[in-house]
């Protein structure tokens, strides 16, 4: 019996080429959407989660009063609750941005890299977390001026040779300093938030000698915020109750009470937090991965309705060889059976093929989205094996429903031909459609509204001129008694320079962050609490706000003599519009020589900045103070617009003059900005891609319902053409039921979609209308689509030699 079900069905597929061709291909381009932002979502879902210790760590976060969170802690406060509290088993540091510098071998003319992915480690960070060693000894880390490298790392400073035993050379602020290599590790893959090419032992800043003049970086202190502070507690701890008391230990040792406290967030939701409420810091985003999954499981959907629509539709062919073989004593669940089992088949064959798609297109895919993804991503986990479950329900679903309608045929009236084949199933089949297609607009419309999102993000008035900015990084290398005539050369250098139309050096630039974020600012006429208010500080120079086209509001600028006063002499400060409303003045004017209090120093407001986009337009102006030094971490030149690459160049070789042994790194500033946007890009791919997928798919099934439709009404339509009908009514004949359908889909996913579209746009400060016309486009796009799939069955039927259609049996 089974073989016999078996060759039915290969026989049924074979005889029906197109439907079996439409059905395979359209369920296997869904279940290849389907696997491939299952790669994705799998990855999101494993990162963080290869660490053994996982269950029982947490990481400490500073909130203050707004409810705002950040990672960056004192690093005092690891030591100072480990005493308190038998509550912690453990303790890890690590810093991410103050080691930034330029490494180099000590071999006499090696390459020097700047390396940004690298930090100072705890001396248990190889035990506390579950980074494979691949050589060393992990506690060697315990050790000052010790390195350990990843495997790539190794090989692109070492090559082939054994790099355990050798040094290399780490200039940043806090020196040149050397380091020796006595561990080797795996690289740190996109599963993990903590990503290091290097990491140096925190170790060596304990002693004073190595902090270079930074007392802020020393680790005992309680006033700096710059390290990343993890908790390995025990067992059974409630890290509720115990965030509790690590607050009041804040406030009781804490030299400011700035309304701060701790939270503790468990390692496993630093990645992706439980719920669109969590208000603590992630590294990821919930709601894009289920917006993503969203939208694998719609188009696996309507690929469903694909296969269920045909099937049903093909199913009317085969009335009568049900009607004979119930007359012959086959039972409805014998038929069930035989039909589930065809079903399924196709099922299996769209899911082999799907195969084969994912394989072929991976590499597309991952470059779409960024990342390095394969089908070896998807290992045994909760959301593999419940999508798979889906997966297999859905199959079974739809080819149960299928075989439900195949074999609930009444056989006399199968036998006699009285029912109607064409209204048979019909109002299933539309839902269906409406179905599909109204996934399909919300998808263009979704399109649509992120690509015009990153367009206005990306052309929005920064409230500054970006055009032709080129930012070098500053020197790291070489810092030592002769390094501020250097400098001062080389700034010359670079006015003299004919290409050079304005220049300027700074501690932050646009498009980059600011120096730190600081509070404790209050005017005379403050009220209680805007001492708490956090506000962002930039460090300029005299020529900042020219090089950069920023325009004063009021007051004045910098003077260069206000630039050379030492650090803590200054008593003049810029302020942005933002930040003179959060201190509570109602005018620029009233600001004007209004002096502020930073906790103990009193600074003169010299002039109010016009607000610009210091980071991308995703968030709102910062309030910003801006301090006056001669900074020289980024040098910002602009450049005359033609022959870029040859300015380049030609200021390669005068920055390598004046600053030998550090590498040349540059950026455009536009080019930086475009950057910050690199999450709204990677969406309006995916969805762009999703909305092209589901239309196809759409399209299909519409193209083989177009066919049935053509077949089951081809004597009419021979009938008409011999009473004079034209090829033009006819084939509007055939085409206005399937455009009513796409019509009323218009209807009901346009109000759908604004709703998700506008909660979408809350994410964004600055944002664009929801227009009438991105309806209307979406409508007309579909209509056109439909249209033209459905026309070529309907002409091709038109066309049709009348007395074939009406000699067809």
Not at 344 to 357: D, E, H, K, Q, T
Not at 492 to 498: C, F, G, M, T
């Amino acid at each position: 019996m089974l073989r016999n079900y078996i060759k039915i069905a290969f026989r049924n597929l074979v005889r029906n080429k197109v439907y079996s061709f439409i059905n395979i291909v359209g369920l296997a381009m869904g279940i290849s959407a389907f696997l491939f932002i299952l790669e994705y979502i799998s990855l999101e879902k494993s990162v963080n989660g290869f660490h053994a210790n996982l269950p029982n760590i947490y990481r400490l976060l500073n909130q203050n009063p707004k409810g705002e969170t950040w990672p960056e802690i004192e690093p005092g406060w690891a030591l100072k609750a480990k005493e308190n509290f038998p509550e912690i088993k453990d303790f890890c540091r690590f810093e991410e941005g103050v080691s930034k510098g330029v490494v180099k071998k000590i071999t006499e003319g090696s390459e020097p890299f700047r390396e940004n992915s690298i930090g100072f480690v705890e001396g248990n960070f190889f035990e506390f977390f579950s980074f494979p060693i691949k050589s060393g000894n992990a506690k060697s880390l315990q050790k000052p001026n010790v390195v350990f490298m990843s495997e790539s790392s190794a090989k692109k400073y070492f090559g082939t040779e054994n790099p355990i035993g050798q040094v290399l050379t780490l200039n940043n602020q806090f020196g040149n300093a050397a380091y020796t290599v006595e561990g080797i590790y795996a690289d740190m893959l996109e599963n993990s938030d903590i990503r290091y090419d290097m990491v140096f032992s925190l170790e060596t800043l304990k002693n004073p000698a190595n902090l270079n003049d930074n007392g802020w970086a020393r680790l005992d202190n309680l006033d700096s915020q710059y390290i990343n502070t993890f908790f390995l507690l025990n067992k059974g701890v409630n890290h509720k109750a115990f965030e509790t008391k690590l607050t009041k230990l804040r406030q009781q040792l804490g030299k400011e009470n700035d309304g701060t406290r701790f939270r503790l967030q468990a390692f496993a939701n630093v990645h992706l937090s439980e719920s669109f409420s969590d208000d603590l810091q992630t590294t990821g985003n919930l709601k894009y991965i289920y917006m993503l999954g969203g939208i694998a499981f719609l188009i696996l959907i309507i690929a469903w309705f694909n296969y269920i629509n045909l099937s049903t539709a093909n199913s009317l062919k085969r009335a009568n060889e049900v009607g004979v073989r119930k007359v012959v004593g086959a039972t409805q669940a014998n038929l069930i059976a035989q039909f589930l089992g065809e079903s399924l088949l196709v099922n299996a064959l769209g899911f082999g093929l799907s195969i084969v798609f994912v394989s072929l297109l991976q590499p597309i895919f991952n470059e779409l989205i960024g990342k390095n993804l394969s089908i070896d991503t998807l290992q045994i986990s909760p959301v593999w094996v419940f999508s798979l479950g889906l997966l297999l329900l859905g199959s079974v679903f739809s080819g149960a429903l299928t075989a439900y309608v195949l074999s609930n045929f009444n056989p006399i009236e199968t036998l006699k031909g009285k029912f109607n084949k064409r209204s048979k199933g019909a109002f299933l089949r539309k839902s269906l459609v409406v179905s599909q297609f109204t996934i399909s607009i919300m998808l263009i419309l979704g399109t649509v509204l992120i690509y015009r999102q990153l367009k206005f993000m990306q052309n929005k008035d920064l409230g500054m001129n970006t055009n032709q900015l080129l930012v070098i990084q500053g020197a790291e290398v070489g810092k030592d008694s002769s390094y501020k005539a250097r400098k001062a050369a080389f700034i010359d250098e670079l006015s003299q320079q004919s290409f050079v139309k304005d220049y300027c050096a700074s501690g932050a630039v646009p498009s980059r962050w600011y120096n730190f974020m600081t509070g404790g600012f209050t005017q005379p006429k403050s009220k209680l609490g805007d001492e708490l208010k956090t506000y962002s500080f930039a460090i300029i120079g005299d020529r900042f706000l020219k090089t950069y086209g920023i325009e004063l509001k009021a007051g004045r600028n910098f003077t260069e003599a206000e630039c050379n006063v030492e650090w803590d002499k200054n008593s003049k400060v810029l302020l942005n519009e933002t930040a003179i409303a959060a201190l509570g003045f109602a005018t620029p004017e009233e600001a004007i020589r209004t002096r502020i209090q930073w906790d103990e120093r009193q600074l003169e407001i010299v002039g109010v900045v016009k607000n610009y986009h210091h980071v991308g337009v995703q968030r709102a102006i910062d309030p910003i103070i801006f301090y006056p030094q001669n900074n020289t971490t980024y040098f910002t030149v602009r450049l005359t617009p033609d022959n870029v690459q040859e300015k380049i160049a030609s200021l390669e070789k005068l920055y390598k003059t004046y600053f030998a042994g550090n590498p040349y790194e540059y950026f455009f500033v536009d080019d930086n900005f475009n950057r910050q946007y690199f999450s709204e890009q990677q969406y309006s791919k995916i969805f762009t891609t999703a909305s092209i997928w589901a239309i196809i798919i759409a399209c299909l099934g519409l193209f083989g319902l177009a066919t049935f439709t053509a077949e089951s009404r081809i004597k009419e339509i021979g009938i008409r053409k011999v009473l004079g009908a034209s090829i033009f009514s006819i084939t509007t004949l055939l085409s206005k039921d399937f455009i009513k359908l796409v019509f009323i889909s218009i209807i009901i996913a346009s109000p759908i979609a604004y709703y998700l579209m506008n909660k979408w746009l809350q994410n964004f400060e600055y944002k664009v209308e929801i227009s009438w016309w991105i309806f209307a486009l979406a409508g007309v796009s579909a209509i056109v689509v439909a249209l033209l799939t459905v026309s070529f069955q309907a002409i091709r039927a038109a066309i049709m030699n009348p007395v074939k259609s009406l000699k067809s049996d």
